[in-house]
Structures are given as C-alpha cells and as structure tokens.
C-alpha cells in the first residue's frame, strides 16, 4: 500500500472541548483516490472533516498530510499544505461577484497566479465566465456547487474535501458534479467528500468509510460496501436518506 | 431655508464619516459598539493635542481658519485613534469575544465608551475649546446662504473619502477581503483570508475616519468632551438607516440625520433637535429593519 495522503489518527472533536461529536475517528487517503464517508445524519461526517480543515478543533488524536503532521492548522492556511475544503452551505460568497468569488478564493497566490488561474478556471467552467459580473447570489444550487469547485481548485490542491457536493442538486446536475469530480481524480487529486446520495457515491469513489455515531462503523472498497448487507439495510435504504 | 439644508449637508458629511467607521466594524465585527462615537471624541481631542504641543509654527492657509498644523495633527490623532481602537479591542473584546453572549460585547463598548469620556475629561477639562481662533468671514453663496471656507473643506473632504474607500473596497486585495468577511467569516478562512489580519484593518480604518469625523466637527462646531455622546444616535440612526456594513448607505444616512436635525427646528422648538435622530431610528427599525439599502459591507453601487 502507498503512504496516504491524508492520515486521521484516533481524531476526537466538536464544537466545545467538554462535548465530543467523534470519538476517536481514523481514516486514511491514498494520493489521487476518492474516498467517500457515508452515514446517518448527525454522524459526525461534517464534524470530521471541519476538524481535518482547522474550524473545529481537535482534542486528540493526529491529522498527518503527506506525512507532516497538521493537527489543529489554522483554516486559512489550508492552501499551504495543498488542501482545499468545499463547505455543504454557503459556499460561495452571495454578495460578491463571481469573479470576486474567485479572486478572494486566490488569496493565497501572487497577483499574477490568480489571474492566471482564474483564466484557467474559467476554461474548465465556460459557464461561470458568462456571469462573472454577476452577484453569486443570482446562481442556480448546480452553478453554485460549480463555483465552490472551481474556487477550492484555484490553489490546485492535492487534496480536495468536500462536504456534500450533491445535496439540493437536480438528479442531471448530481451526475454533471460526479463526472467532473471523476475527471478531477484522473489529473491527480485526492478527494474526500461526504455524500448522502450513498449510491452515486459508491457507484464512482475507490473507497467507503460509514460512520455512526461519532465512531468508525465499516469501510472498505466501494464496490464491496454496495453489496454489503449492514450497509444496505442500515444506510442505503430506498436510495440513501436525505436531509 | 436655505441656510437649514447648508447646515444640514456640512453635519450630515460628518456623521457620515464616523457613521462609515461604525458600519464597517458592526458589520465585520458583528456587535454594536458602543464607543465608536468615543473615537470621534478622542481624534478630535488628540488633534488638539498635538497642535497644543507643537505650537502654530505656520499661518493658516487662507481662506481656511488652519494650515499644515492641524494637517499634520490630524493625521498623528488618526493613528493615535487607531492605536486606542486596537488597545480596546485586544484588552476588552479580544477576551470577550467568542463568549456565549454577544450583548456582553456591547455592554463591554459601554464601559469602555465611559471610560475613554473621562479620560479625556480628565486630561483636556470639561470647556469648549477651538484650534484656532482666527475669525472666518463666511462666503455668501446665494441669497439667504453664507458659508465659511472650513465647512466648504469639510464637504470636499467627505465627499474624496467616500469615492477613496469605496474604490478601495471594490478594487483592492483588502478591500475584499473585508467584503468577503462581513458576509461569512469561517468561509473567508476557507478561502486563505487571515481574518485576524482584515479585523486589524477593519478597526485602523474605521478609528482613523472617526478621528477625521472628530476634527472636522471641532473645526466646524467646537471641541466638547460630549461630543461623542451627541453623535452617538445620529452615528447609530445613519449608520442603520443606510443598512449595516453599508459604506454608501452610511453617506446617505448620514446627510438625511443630518438635514432632519437642521430642518426640524423650522417645525419644532431647537430643544428636541437631538431627539430627531432617535425617532428616525425607532423609524427605520419599525418600518424597515435592515436599512434602505441592502447590508453588505461596499454594497449598493
Ligand atoms: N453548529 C453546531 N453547534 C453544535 N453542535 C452541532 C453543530 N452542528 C452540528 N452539531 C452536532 O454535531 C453532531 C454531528 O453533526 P454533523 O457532523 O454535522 O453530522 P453529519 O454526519 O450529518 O454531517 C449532530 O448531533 C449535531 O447535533
Ligand atoms: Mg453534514
């Protein structure tokens, strides 16, 4: 097996010290693999993935990126490891354009680099280019996620997590968001998302981990999870629960 | 009449100023403080200050009742005044913040909003004081219209800060940041903004427009402790009326508290002028909550 990407160690946090939401969650990410965690709601999915971006913090346990340990990073310093994080809401700033969006989404970078990945974003979303002088606010749920996207890959992370990216999208718009997400993997990004939409997910990501509770339930291939039993009794049901 | 709505534009454009400081730290900050108006008190105090202890070494520059000196002055009290706002905000709402309570950062501007009052008591005493005492011979404009060459610099001043901070706003790397903080403050540190870093900012450049606002209103009306204490509605009701974290909107806050306090006493006796403020508050929160304009920081165009 490679040396993961991404290591999450025994990992215990929530919104206040005194009251854990996962107690002790461990996961690994191998470079350029799509991971998905799946699970009830309130598992503890969102809350895991806050934890590895630095919002909430972590009492115990290690989060190690490329073998360097990053435990408790501050959030806006995520590009500097080469990790990107596309929130389940408000992902993209209503009140400011989209080519606003996406400038702050390059604060990280040179003037130059973000112009020049801008440009490059635009190539890969013909469509947020159309209404880059446009307020955020004014984009359909499909665009929005596009936007997110595309903002969380200005600094061309190694790693990209999102939080998700299907909820609130028509079925046509979930299958656009899978396809590219797939295309991402094949150009060497790692990816880590959380999905609801328990088939899909399974149907296209190289691994599955289901969380309950706060705690690692099973994982294994996404292939073998599809037709396991405890899986599909307990959290596929008639197509994966939604919110 | 006409004379009303001249006086009316002059202390509109400087409850515009310290109301564009308070929009920008409630809307970054996300409380109400309280001594914001203190500010405006302490810059115009400061200025004073230091010309006290540099001393006139030059003439005005006519027709204008001061010259460089208070130039010079004004620009040391403005980082005086920042200096003072960052103080505060790392000894008093640094270790509030972040507390269950938000109301316990507002009472906390309270105290603090006392506190800087009676130092400046103490320091300057409880008189009316001036920057300069040479007489100006007001400029008569129209019929029934005279105006003084101070006040024709106050307007000028406001009116090149406001285009000056909102090209910053739209066209600068901070400036959006800010934008992107007021709206959502855990995605802006999504996004790489080092939001501690923007707060700095937001705090030097709301204190230091207040300390413009502080020297200007002593150079128009005249330097008083209170000062503070009399702008804080009319700060408050523009800064509101104009939607919060609304630069453009606290401008034009700013002029219609300004106009309806000058343009109330041809209707009602000049002793409830200082009510007006707070019945155009009561106003706007009853019949529109959120301001004029939408509330995002640079909004509006
Ligand atoms: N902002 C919050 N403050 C406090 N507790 C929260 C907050 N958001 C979620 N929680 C709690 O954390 C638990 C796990 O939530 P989360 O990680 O969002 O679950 P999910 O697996 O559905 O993403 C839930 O029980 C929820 O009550
Ligand atoms: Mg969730």
Known sequence: MTAPLLAVDGVVAGYRPDLPIIHGISLTVAPEEMVTIIGPNGAGKSTLIKAVAGIL?????????????????????????????VPQV??????????ENLKVGATALSKEDAARRIERGYEAFPDLKKFRH??????????????????????????????EPSAGLSPLMVSDVFQRLKAL????????????NAKAALAISHRTYVFAEGRNRIDGPSQEMASNEEVTSIYLGAGGRKR | MLQAIADGILSGSIIALGAIGLTLTMGILRFANFA?????????????GVLA?????????????????????????????AALALAIDWLVYRPLRGRANHLTLVFGSFGVSLLVRMIILLIFGGGAQYYSNTL???IPVAPGLRILPDQVFTLGLTAVIVVALHL????????????????????????GIDTKVVVRWTWIIGASLAAISGVLYGLTVQLRPEIGFHLLLPLFAAAILGGVGNVFGAVIGGLIVGLAESLSVLVIPAGYKLAVPFMILLLVLYIRPTGIFAGTVGGAK
């Open chain 2, 168 to 191: 910053f706003l739209q066209k600068t790397r901070l400036g959006l940041a800010m934008r992107a903080l007021a709206e959502n403050p855990e995605l802006a540190r999504v996004n």
């Open chain 2, 53 to 81: 202890l540099t001393g006139a070494f030059m003439g005005p520059l006519e027709p204008f009742s001061f010259g460089v000196p208070l130039i010079m002055a004004t620009l040391v009290a403005m980082v005086l005044t």
């Open chain 1, 57 to 85: 913090p972590i009492s115990r346990g290690t989060v190690r990126l490329a073998g360097k340990e990053i435990t408790n990073l501050p959030t806006h310093r995520m590009a500097s490891v080469s990790m990107a994080y």
């Open chain 1, 185 to 196: 993997v094949d150009t060497g990004v790692a990816i880590l998302m959380v999905e609801q």
């Open chain 1, 134 to 163: 446009k307020k955020a606010g004014v984009l359909s749920g499909g665009q929005r996620q596009m936007l997110a996207v595309a903002r969380a890959l200005l600094t061309e992370p190694r790693l990209l997590m999102l939080d």
């Open chain 2, 36 to 48: 914001h108006a203190e500010l405006v008190t302490w810059g115009a105090y400061m200025a004073l």
């Open chain 1, 90 to 99: 408000a992902n993209v700033f209503t009140t400011l354009t989209i080519n």
């Open chain 2, 136 to 138: 100006q011979i007001a």
